[in-house]
């Protein structure tokens, strides 16, 4: 039990155009969901909390313009990145709270070229 | 702050035991963990303790918790090759989940 998945698991896309990112807990309910971003060989920093239903909370330094996110349903949440540029290449995880107990997704590989 | 320090790396010999030590500097943590994450792969939890407990063993893990030093650590018995991958200590404060940077197990046949 308590399975989260991710789509894509990667992909490439080209400097300017905007990629979105979802996250499923696929046997349980979950109200927050959190978005982590990790550069190679370095730690997770989360990005965002995000709670079914109402707004993201964004952490300092995140821009919330720039990777808007949307948590339509208690199994689903999406991190839609905008006018992506080679900076934001980055490995993109998600995690689905339950019980108090974080669920980590697979991740999703993002390369911009 | 919150702040959550760990070393690199870790080099051992099949069969030995590994020690991964980590520390924090909130001391409202309620909860700490250890997760595995193998290449481009998300995290495994594999154990976390309660802040009011010194230790707790499931299987080939120990987890030893000094709250006076804000030191925890993991041990591994019997380090297998499988266990290659890098270990996150995390603190949970607020709900909030804060990583370490996360030390690279390297374990020699």
């Known amino acids: 039990g308590a399975v989260v998945s991710q789509h894509p698991s990667w992909v490439i896309c080209k400097s300017g155009t905007s990629v979105k990112i979802e996250c499923r807990s696929l046997?349980?309910?979950?109200?927050?969901m959190f978005w982590y971003r990790q550069f190679p060989k370095q730690s997770l920093m989360l990005m965002a909390t995000s709670n079914e239903g109402s707004k993201a909370t964004y952490e300092q330094g995140v821009e919330k313009d720039k990777f808007l996110i949307n948590h339509a349903s208690l199994t689903l949440s999406t991190l839609t990145v905008t006018s992506a540029h080679p900076e934001d290449s980055s490995f993109y995880i998600c995690?689905?709270?339950?019980?108090?107990?974080?669920?980590f997704g697979p991740g999703t590989r993002l390369t911009v070229l | 702050g919150e702040d959550v320090e760990q070393s690199l790396f870790l080099s051992v010999r099949e069969g030995d035991s590994s020690v991964i030590n980590c520390t924090y500097t909130d001391s409202s943590s309620t909860y700490l963990y250890w997760y595995k994450q193998e290449p481009g792969a998300g995290l495994q939890l594999l154990t976390y303790i309660f802040s009011n407990m010194d230790m707790k063993q499931d299987q080939r893990l120990t987890v030893l918790l000094n709250k006076k030093d804000k030191h925890l650590s993991l041990r591994i018995a019997d380090t297998q090759t499988g266990d290659s991958a890098i270990y996150f200590c995390?603190?949970?404060?607020?709900?909030?989940?804060?990583f370490g940077q996360g030390t690279t197990l390297q374990v020699k046949p």
């Open positions: 995390a603190e949970s404060i607020t709900g909030k989940l804060i």
């Open positions: 995690s689905a709270s339950v019980g108090g107990e974080q669920f």
């Open positions: 046997d349980f309910q979950a109200t927050t």
